[in-house]
């Protein structure tokens, strides 16, 4: 049996020998290097160095997860007012009543006329007053607004003295209203029941 002869390599390339200039060339390199102006300089940028030398770091104290009781402020609310009183319409009865002449009308508040803001002032006036003297029935005048013409609407203190009467600030002194009588305004006033002050 004959042995096979390993393929041979071919011989590595000899170095290549640098090609020395002549002084033509010399020359001709200058001149051109004279006439290139660089495009714009970058900055270098300083290469950060990292060191990673073991250096000892200070023990941390433990993070405590639960707040310390005397660190939250104690909230203290106050206790919130008792909810003023749902109105209760007038029975059928009295309104009766108060429309014959039966029942006396304690006393009447005229707001026909007045801007809302002067009307709502002396409506809280009239009704605390009549709350602290122990009156049962008092007679609100809001007015009827136009109700003749082209222009006929109704009157602003008609629609908002009903709205201010449900409001929290007068519940509390007023049990209910309705409207009253023809012979005491009719759709311009109101009946309204007063809550005694305690």
Not at 63 to 84: D, E, G
């Amino acid at each position: 049996m004959k042995r096979s002869r390993p393929p041979q390599l071919p011989d590595p390339p000899a170095p290549r020998r640098r090609r020395v200039l002549s002084e033509e060339e010399h020359a001709l390199w200058d001149s051109v290097a004279k006439q290139i102006k660089p495009l714009r300089k970058k900055p270098r940028v300083a290469k950060v160095q990292t060191v990673t030398e073991d250096v000892p770091v200070a023990a941390k104290p433990p993070v405590s997860r639960k707040p310390l009781a005397s660190a939250i402020p104690v909230q203290t609310s106050k206790p919130s007012p008792p909810p003023a009183p749902p109105l209760a319409p007038i029975g059928r009865r009295e309104r009766s009543q108060l429309s014959r002449g039966r029942k006396e009308i304690d006393a009447r508040i005229d707001l026909h006329g007045m801007t809302q803001t002067r009307a709502h002032g002396a409506l809280s006036a009239f009704l605390h007053r009549a709350s602290h003297d122990g009156m049962t029935f008092v007679l609100v005048i809001t007015g009827k607004g136009r109700t003749v013409g082209p222009e006929a609407e109704r009157g602003i203190l008609r629609r908002q003295v009903p709205l201010w009467l449900g409001l929290p600030e007068f519940r509390s002194l007023v049990v209910g209203f309705e409207e009253a009588h023809i012979g005491h305004g009719g759709a311009g006033a109101l009946y309204v029941r007063i809550r005694r002050a305690r």
